[in-house]
């Protein structure tokens, strides 16, 4: 089994930050691309950065030169860290990761539970 346990939501207020961690345990054989979605209520969930394992991340245009992700691949750990956040990046937050959990396996998509980040005054 594997498991995608996240931490670090809760209440800010605007401007402020917050770092969100992700960890994945189990049976890993090896891991691709992490990212981070996020759903707010009453709309879709969306890609908010992506990391693979080699190579350059990616970000919704609307965190870039907000948000930094990172990852710690000794760890199986991925990070997000969020400045200057808004009111509009209130939602509760996913963790995503591309796990072959065999050298055989395909790769297959796991997620976490999901983390609540509020931004309020």
């Known amino acids: 089994q594997v ?22 345990s189990g049976s890993i054989f090896s ?7 996020r759903q707010a209520p009453g709309k879709e969930r969306e ?12 970000y919704a245009d609307s965190v870039k030169g907000r ?4 990852r710690d691949n000794a760890k199986n750990t ?17 963790c995503n990761a591309n796990i072959r959990r065999k050298y055989y396996s ?5 997620w976490g539970q999901g983390t609540q980040v509020t931004v309020s005054s």
């Open 31 to 37: 891991i691709a691309a992490m990212g981070w979605y």
């Open 47 to 58: 890609l908010v950065a992506i990391i693979p394992s080699g190579g350059s991340t990616n």
């Open 67 to 70: 948000f930094t992700i990172s």
């Open 78 to 94: 991925v990070y997000l860290q969020m400045n200057s956040l808004k009111p509009e990046d209130t939602a509760v937050y996913y």
């Open 106 to 110: 395909r790769l297959s998509d796991y």
């Open 3 to 24: 498991q995608l346990v996240e931490s670090g939501g809760g209440l800010v207020q605007p401007g402020g930050s917050l770092r969100l961690s992700c960890a994945a």
